[in-house]
């Protein structure tokens, strides 16, 4: 069922917003997808700081639309010029004057909310131009949450947790990490770490650094959970 958004012009529109991100980096599943544009390209500007999760979302989207673009179909979402009418509002019939006049205009109002040729171009215009920008942003950080995997159930945690923190580099700072069981005796690491994102590159770190000798001893593989722009 696709997500609806109303007025993301307006404060209300962006709270609504703000609160629905509070607990996901993308509007819809786990990667970047067609329905985080259509959010974005809804958006006349950047958000104030004020909306923080919205404001961290709309700075990751905005680099990933710069640096390679969003091919991912998503789940379908739909963004819409005003908010559903409320119980208040009904309970609040108008007056004489404004029902006559609301009468005038039922031939040009839309009841359903749906996007008009127009703005759909017009959105996707502004979408395309972001993307084709190559004006440079001062380089950010990113928050990454990761899934170390051991070989198997005999391999000792304490040396795999020493072996990845040991991977030093310029831009990289390790965070706290948990032991979580995977079945038949097997625990798999999860880390936070935080990167610079114009000196640390995640799948150089993983490729090159935590699945090499002699770190492959104790680490099978390493997956990214989060990847979320600060």
Not at 32 to 43: E, I, R
Not at 50 to 64: G, K
Not at 116 to 133: D, G
Request: aromatic residues 6%; proline residues 3%.
């Amino acid at each position: 069922m696709a997500v609806t958004f109303y007025d993301l012009t307006s404060a209300a529109g962006l709270k609504k917003l703000d609160d629905f991100l509070l607990s996901r980096s993308y509007i819809s599943g786990y990667q970047a997808s067609k329905d985080d544009l259509t959010v974005y390209s809804a958006l006349s500007s950047a958000p104030s700081a004020e909306y923080v999760n919205v404001s961290r979302w709309y700075t990751h989207i905005d680099a990933l639309l710069r640096i390679s673009g969003v091919e991912s179909e998503g789940c379908g979402v739909v963004v819409k010029g005003a908010a559903p009418i409320t119980e208040e509002a009904i309970a609040t019939p108008p007056s004489t004057e404004t029902k006559a006049a609301e009468d005038d205009d039922d031939d040009d109002v839309d009841l359903f909310g749906e996007e008009t040729e127009e703005e759909k171009k017009a959105a996707e215009e502004r979408a395309a131009a972001v993307k084709a920008s190559t004006k440079k942003k001062e380089s950010g950080k990113s928050s990454v949450l990761m899934d170390v995997k051991p070989w198997d159930d005999e391999t000792d945690m304490k040396k795999l947790e020493e072996a990845v923190r040991s991977v030093q580099m310029e831009g990289l700072l390790w965070g706290a990490s948990k032991l979580v069981p995977v079945g038949y005796g097997i625990k798999k690491m999860t880390i936070m770490l935080t990167i610079v994102d114009d000196l640390v590159s995640v799948d150089t770190l993983i490729e090159e650094r935590l699945t090499v000798e002699p770190i492959n001893e104790y680490v099978q593989s390493c997956d990214i959970v989060a990847f979320n722009k600060i």
